[in-house]
Each structure stands twice: as structure tokens, then as C-alpha cells.
């Protein structure tokens, strides 16, 4: 195990990221494989997946209807793609915004669900769930205003200046991008324990298929699905901030066996595009899913 451990570790060192991975079989009694996966990280749009889960519940509860519309006004509508790239007022199902929310990352879908849910509801499942390592303090516009603040600018600034503030600034005085101090924190470990629970929980519940459903549709193929060839099903959710770049998902191989993975990165770059660094993210889950993977067919 230490061989793979190692060879993860130099696929990181190759793409110049440092990085962390823990990945399971999600099958009663099965292996896994962790490099550094008890060390917090910054979640980034991976924290959406427990958000998109309180309101999976939500609704299979009654307690929320996903055909009821909203409307997408300029509060939300800050930049990004979906209803949050839209030049003018967009309204939406919830339902509808959700599914955006896991397969395109819209920020503006994520804070209308985060705000028809609750904080304190999602801290209630994490509880539940026993992720005690996991906090969500809040949504997309919550997290960057913590970085606008520690940047020194007002959030009507805008993305460009803090852009070019970014390019000055210590990087590990702005909370957002420090993985003991952000709204959005866990451990790689704690998120394949999340997503094992949505995969394999008993019972199964329509909130659980609802999620896999939407996970399976998502856009992003550059990061996770860039190590599987199309025999497999890959759902996943990305995670990007200055520096940050993560993906977690679930991978199903053609024999059926599904395997939890999560990988979080870290670069000196602020680049927007590290084609490496995403390519490393697939590399890894690859070496990870595939070792797994023989080990149950020798078990």
C-alpha cells in the first residue's frame, strides 16, 4: 500500500500541487486508500454536495416543494455559469436550481438553496452523519465576503480587483483559502464517508437517488472523469478557489463496483487553467479506484 501511497504522491509532485486522497470501495468490508486523508481541507463547491443533500431531504420530507419557482434577482446573479451568469433575472424551480447546483456549480442556485434549507439544517445532518470534522458557515456570497474583508476591499469592488488583490496578498491570511478557518471545511476522509452514505444507505431513500442522479449529470469531465474511459460512470462535484482545486465522486466500473473518492489539491499557481493539476486529480482516482478494484477481485 505504501507503493501507491508514494506513487500518488508523485503524481501530485509532477503536476506542482501538494494534495491529499481517500478512496473506498463502498461494499461491506472493503479496502481503501488514504494520503493524508485526515488533514482538514478547504472544501470549495464540494461543500454544495451536503447542501444539495438537506435539500434532497427536505423534500422527501414534504417540508419543501422542488416545483415551487423563485426568482434570480442581481443579489445573486454575481458571476459564474447558470442562473448566476445570467444577465437579467432569471426564475427557476428549486428543483431546477439544484440540479444546477451539482452539475454546473451555480453559485446563485447554491445560495437560494442554502437559504430556503438552512445552516442549521445542514449542520444537523453533518451531525447526524457523524462528519464532525465538517463545517458549512454558509453560502457562496458568505464565503467571499470573508475574502473581500481579509483583502481589504468592499464587496462591491468586485471579482477583478480581488483578482489583482490576490496577486499582493499572503495567501494564508484570507480564511477562505485556509482549511482551518474557511466556511466551507473537512477532511478527504469525511468526504467519502458523506458520499458512501448517499451511495449505500440503509435504506435508500428518494433523497439519496436524487442526488446520484444529479451527480452522474455533471458538466465537468477535465478533473475525476479525465482518468476513466467512458465504461465507467463517474459523478462527481468540483471544488475551485484560488489555489484550490478538488473534485469528489463516485466512480462505477463495468463490474458493477462503485468506489468513493476524494482529491484535493493545493498549487502556488493562482492560474485559472493548470491543466496538470486537473489531470493529476483523474491520475490519482485512477491508481486509487483500479488498486482498489483488484484488490476485491483477489479477496
Same mark, same amino acid.
Given at each position: 500500500?505504501?507503493?501507491?501511497?508514494?506513487?500518488?504522491? =508523485?503524481?501530485?509532485?509532477?503536476?506542482?500541487?501538494?494534495?491529499?486522497?481517500?478512496?473506498?470501495?463502498?461494499?461491506?468490508?472493503?479496502?481503501? %486508500?488514504?494520503?493524508?486523508?485526515?488533514?482538514?481541507? $478547504?472544501?470549495?463547491?464540494?461543500?454544495?454536495?451536503?447542501?444539495?443533500?438537506?435539500?434532497?431531504?427536505?423534500?422527501?420530507?414534504?417540508?419543501?416543494?422542488?416545483?415551487?419557482?423563485?426568482?434570480?434577482?442581481?443579489?445573486?446573479?454575481? /458571476?459564474?455559469?447558470?442562473?448566476?451568469? @445570467?444577465?437579467?433575472? $432569471?426564475?427557476?424551480?428549486?428543483?431546477?436550481?439544484?440540479?444546477?447546483?451539482?452539475?454546473?456549480?451555480?453559485?446563485?442556485?447554491?445560495?437560494?438553496?442554502?437559504?430556503?434549507?438552512?445552516?442549521?439544517?445542514?449542520?444537523?445532518?453533518?451531525?447526524?452523519?457523524?462528519?464532525?470534522?465538517?463545517?458549512?458557515?454558509?453560502? @457562496?456570497?458568505?464565503?467571499?465576503?470573508?475574502?473581500? &474583508?481579509?483583502? /481589504?476591499?468592499?464587496? &462591491?469592488?468586485?471579482?477583478?480587483?480581488?483578482?489583482?488583490?490576490?496577486?499582493?496578498?499572503?495567501?494564508?491570511?484570507?480564511?477562505?483559502?485556509?482549511?482551518?478557518?474557511?466556511?466551507?471545511?473537512?477532511?478527504?476522509? &469525511? %468526504?467519502?464517508?458523506?458520499?458512501?452514505? %448517499?451511495?449505500?444507505?440503509?435504506?435508500?431513500?428518494?433523497?439519496?437517488?436524487?442526488?446520484?442522479?444529479?451527480?452522474?449529470?455533471? $458538466?465537468?469531465?477535465?478533473?475525476?472523469?479525465?482518468?476513466?474511459?467512458?465504461? =465507467?460512470?463517474?459523478?462527481? +462535484?468540483?471544488?475551485?478557489?484560488?489555489?484550490?482545486?478538488?473534485?469528489?465522486?463516485?466512480?462505477?466500473?463495468?463490474?458493477?463496483?462503485?468506489?468513493?473518492? =476524494?482529491?484535493?489539491?493545493?498549487?502556488?499557481?493562482?492560474?485559472?487553467?493548470?491543466?496538470?493539476?486537473? =489531470?493529476?486529480?483523474?491520475?490519482?482516482?485512477?491508481?486509487?479506484?483500479?488498486?482498489?478494484? +483488484?484488490?476485491?477481485?483477489?479477496?
Amino acid at each position: 500500500m505504501n507503493d501507491i501511497t508514494d506513487q500518488i504522491r =508523485a503524481i501530485f509532485a509532477e503536476a506542482d500541487v501538494t494534495g491529499s486522497l481517500h478512496a473506498r470501495a463502498i461494499a461491506p468490508g472493503a479496502g481503501e %486508500i488514504s494520503v493524508g486523508a485526515d488533514e482538514p481541507v $478547504v472544501l470549495a463547491s464540494v461543500f454544495k454536495i451536503p447542501v444539495v443533500l438537506a435539500f434532497a431531504r427536505a423534500v422527501q420530507e414534504g417540508r419543501v416543494d422542488p416545483l415551487e419557482r423563485v426568482l434570480v434577482g442581481p443579489k445573486y446573479r454575481v /458571476g459564474g455559469i447558470g442562473a448566476g451568469g @445570467c444577465r437579467q433575472d $432569471v426564475e427557476m424551480s428549486l428543483g431546477d436550481l439544484a440540479l444546477f447546483m451539482l452539475t454546473l456549480s451555480d453559485n446563485a442556485a447554491t445560495d437560494l438553496i442554502l437559504e430556503r434549507v438552512g445552516v442549521d439544517a445542514i449542520s444537523t445532518l453533518l451531525d447526524e452523519l457523524e462528519l464532525l470534522e465538517t463545517h458549512i458557515g454558509g453560502g @457562496c456570497l458568505a464565503l467571499w465576503d470573508t475574502m473581500f &474583508e481579509d483583502l /481589504g476591499l468592499l464587496p &462591491e469592488s468586485g471579482f477583478e480587483a480581488m483578482g489583482e488583490a490576490l496577486q499582493r496578498a499572503d495567501l494564508q491570511s484570507v480564511r477562505a483559502l485556509d482549511p482551518r478557518k474557511s466556511l466551507h471545511r473537512s477532511t478527504p476522509r &469525511e %468526504i467519502t464517508t458523506l458520499l458512501s452514505s %448517499i451511495w449505500a444507505g440503509h435504506p435508500d431513500t428518494p433523497a439519496n437517488q436524487m442526488i446520484r442522479s444529479m451527480m452522474a449529470e455533471q $458538466v465537468w469531465t477535465h478533473r475525476l472523469s479525465s482518468g476513466f474511459d467512458d465504461s =465507467a460512470i463517474v459523478a462527481g +462535484k468540483t471544488g475551485t478557489l484560488p489555489t484550490v482545486r478538488n473534485e469528489a465522486g463516485v466512480v462505477t466500473l463495468p463490474d458493477g463496483s462503485s468506489y468513493a473518492v =476524494a482529491v484535493f489539491l493545493r498549487s502556488q499557481s493562482l492560474k485559472d487553467r493548470q491543466p496538470r493539476a486537473d =489531470a493529476a486529480i483523474g491520475h490519482a482516482a485512477y491508481l486509487a479506484v483500479t488498486t482498489l478494484s +483488484k484488490q476485491h477481485k483477489n479477496a
